[in-house]
């Protein structure tokens, strides 16, 4: 997916659950890709908003779309 100039990611809200003191929202990038992001429950959103992701490479978690497998937990901190 583009990012935009501020470093985001647009993407399309599809859904959205509470879990505990966790909101996760689902969400179609504009190649049709889905991802989920665990948010703070003060995040509101609507089915179909437009919204402009930050994901911080340190938390990213990717899966194998075949197996369904973690194959990463995120990036971790240089030290440099």
């Known amino acids: ?10 993407a ?6 509470l ?3 966790d909101l996760y929202v689902f969400a179609r990038l504009p190649g049709g890709e ?6 703070g429950p003060h995040v509101s959103v609507r089915v179909g908003e437009l919204v402009h992701l930050r994901p911080d ?3 990213i978690h990717l899966f194998d779309p075949a197996s ?7 990036t971790p901190i240089s030290s440099h």
């Open 1 to 10: 997916a583009d990012s935009g100039g501020d470093g985001t990611i647009p």
């Open 57 to 59: 490479p340190r938390r």
């Open 34 to 39: 889905e991802l989920s992001c665990r948010c």
């Open 68 to 74: 369904e497998t973690c194959i990463s937990h995120g």
């Open 12 to 17: 399309e809200v599809s859904g959205s659950e």
């Open 19 to 21: 879990a505990g003191p």
